[in-house]
């Protein structure tokens, strides 16, 4: 699994297009008569297991090649998403099973044989409105919550005192999970998600995204033990979200989280990041169900003290933004973790020629991830972008980026020509 840090992050988290229906803020309904399935007998065998030996942390130079996906990757750069979101508002799709699935199978089918993972069609907002919350999507704006968390007594009432019942509430996310995961046959794992508390947190007091999140660290510094609370309290709902997404099918898990100073990092962020995969481990231990490779991502930590901590926090990989190189993530990491990213990704609103220059250095420049597999470094890679593909893109841009990944890593050496 993964943790996220803005919603339209996802595959699932694409805000609205303006074009769009108008969103309706009313809550998440329960999928009537959803059960879990028998996660060792419902599902096909998996055919593409290299996201889940590199997350294991496999030399990519092992692999066929080192498996991609890209965060985002169902979005507003296909034409056939726009033509699905046209007829539907944004968490429409997101609470019809059906709808969910027919976006995250969109790139699969786009892109066959080109991607080693997909990411199931949701949002980071739905465990804030499970948790009671209304939560719009503004065309042109994105999220907006238009009661947001006001102070510690407000957070207090509405958020620590109420319970969540997080399978009646989230229900249709985990059958979108089922579905999906029937309908891949197998081709590739499925990848689910969460946000880190930190984020959720910022959404829940900002009432919207922020570059600031004025308001969010003001409340921590203002009333800490509160702020703490209500990060555990985010925390918990957002283990047993998780553990419901494994018993519904996913096989991997992603989770992002914005940063702060790096003394809030330690004190706001990193605790809670932490929290989450012991929570899921313990959970899944009682029920005798494997934990998948979890992901951590959280751009901006690009501070070798701060990838230490991630790296010896309980997930198998952690993600990388554009503003380190491969090297010095290695360094900081010592081969603990896989890695996964790292591409800018406005380089795919370039030209193709430039975009064969990025991928080679991503691949074997000076600090690149199979120059530095070559001189022994070690660690399992997962190609993809720094952070989420953007709107605008060329899918045929997409499409080469791909291409060029696996023709890169398909060379023995840097110096090889095609």
């Not at 998403?81 to 969109?106: G, I, N, Y």
């Not at 985010?234 to 989770?255: K, N, P, W």
């Not at 080469?400 to 023709?407: D, P």
């Amino acid at each position: 699994m993964t943790s996220h840090p803005t919603p339209s992050t996802g595959e699932a988290s694409s805000s609205s297009s303006s074009a769009a229906p108008k969103e309706q803020v009313d809550l998440p309904t329960p999928v009537k008569g959803y059960t879990f399935p028998n996660i060792s007998t419902d599902f096909p065998p998996l055919l593409n297991d290299l996201l889940l030996r590199s997350a294991a942390n496999e030399n990519p130079l092992d692999l066929d090649h080192p498996p991609i996906w890209v965060m985002r990757q169902a979005g507003r750069y296909l034409p056939e998403f726009l033509a699905v979101r046209k007829d539907h508002s944004f968490f429409t799709v997101c609470r019809t099973p059906e709808l969910a699935c027919e976006l995250t199978m969109q790139p699969i089918r786009r892109y066959d044989g080109l991607l080693d993972a997909s990411i199931i069609f949701s949002d980071i907002l739905v465990v804030p409105q499970a948790m009671g919350m209304v939560v719009e999507m503004k065309g042109g704006v994105g999220p907006h919550f238009p009661e947001p968390l006001r102070n510690p007594e407000d957070a207090q009432r509405r958020i620590l005192e109420r319970r969540t019942d997080v399978f009646a509430e989230l229900s249709y996310v985990y059958a979108a999970i089922t579905l999906t995961r029937k309908t891949l046959g197998g081709k590739v794992p499925l990848i689910g998600f969460c946000a880190g508390p930190w984020t959720l947190f910022g959404y829940m007091v900002e009432g919207g995204g922020s570059k600031t999140w004025e308001k969010t660290k003001a409340w921590c510094y203002r009333d800490p033990e509160n702020a703490n609370a209500v990060l555990s309290h985010i925390a918990h709902v957002s283990a047993e979200y998780l553990v419901g997404q494994v018993r519904a099918g996913a096989q991997v898990f992603d989770t992002n989280a914005d940063v702060l100073t790096p003394i809030g990092f330690e004190t706001f962020i990193l605790p809670y990041l932490a929290l989450l995969p012991k929570l899921v481990k313990a959970r899944l231990q009682e029920l005798d169900i494997p934990c998948p490779p979890m992901t951590v991502f959280a751009k901006g930590t690009n501070a070798a003290p701060q990838l230490q901590a991630l790296a010896s926090i309980g997930y198998s990989t952690v993600g990388l933004d554009w503003g380190i190189t491969p090297r010095a993530a290695r360094e900081a990491t010592g081969g603990k973790v896989a890695l996964q990213g790292n591409m800018d990704p406005p380089i795919l609103h370039s030209g193709l020629s430039s975009i064969k220059k990025e991928v080679r250095q991503l691949v074997w420049g000076r600090d690149g991830f199979l120059t530095c597999a070559k001189e022994g470094m070690k660690g399992g890679w997962i190609v993809n972008l720094g952070h989420g593909i953007t709107p605008g893109v060329d899918p045929d841009h997409m499409k080469y980026f791909l291409q060029r990944v696996r023709a890169e890593c398909a060379k023995e050496h840097a110096d090889d020509e095609e």
